[in-house]
């Protein structure tokens, strides 16, 4: 059995203490969060400490915190020669501190507090320094998941990109759709099959062959049409920007 320590109690962090409390492979020695009852509804108080000198050994150390907090708490940890590892989607495995061995744990999906997610499904990239760390990642990533790849630090950068486009953008452009519905008095609920379509589409269809709609046919009426209903500047700006990338994409084929 793995023993594993979590480092962090944001979105990440509480997603995998519930994906690995269900798995029989791997054991949750302790979880350190600054606040204790940030974890609390999720382990035995007593595996949640709140200073990193009450660390106990572990097979592998989960840093699940911001971006900008991995180094300084990989500075902190008060051992050494230990596999530590964090769940960045852009950070080099290099910012974690070289008295320890080095990996990148990083789950690929959308995490809300309030948003069961089914880990075995997620996929999880993983990066090491030596194989035998990457073993040890491996099976603590399987013990979860069913999705599981080896990932360079630059491969992962280019993932993380691709994952703001087709989610963080998509889902501000929900956003952007409810607006235009509400202030229209049209239901959004209309719109949600189609959202669905749309990407149910692509598990069979690649999406340069998925793609519609007026821009994909160069049709000039209806999208200064669109232009001119539009009285929010920011949301004319997004409609041109996408519309002439269709466009453009659509020549280079």
Known sequence: MIRITIIGSGNVAQHLVKAFSASSLVEIVQAFSR???????????????????ALKDADL???SVSDNAIAEVSNQ?????????????????DVLDSKNRKGVFYPLQTFSKNKEVDFSIIPICLETENQNDYKILEDTAQ???????????????????AAVFVNNFT???????????????????????????????IKTLDPVYAQTGPAKRHDSVTTDAHLNFITNENQKNIYKILTQSIQHNGKKL
């Open 35 to 53: 606040k204790k009852e940030a974890l609390s509804h999720l382990l035995d108080s007593a595996k949640i400490v709140t200073e990193y000198s």
């Open 61 to 63: 150390y989960i840093i």
């Open 77 to 93: 940890l008060p051992f050494e020669n230990q596999l530590v590892v964090h769940t960045s989607g852009t950070t080099s495995i």
């Open 143 to 161: 013990s979860i998941s069913k999705a599981v790849f080896p990932i360079s630090s630059e491969q992962r950068k280019a993932l993380h990109i």
């Open 171 to 201: 889902n501000h452009l929900y956003q952007i759709g409810q607006e235009i519905c509400e202030e229209h008095e049209v239901p959004f609920e209309v719109l949600k099959p189609l959202i669905q379509e749309t990407a149910e589409k």
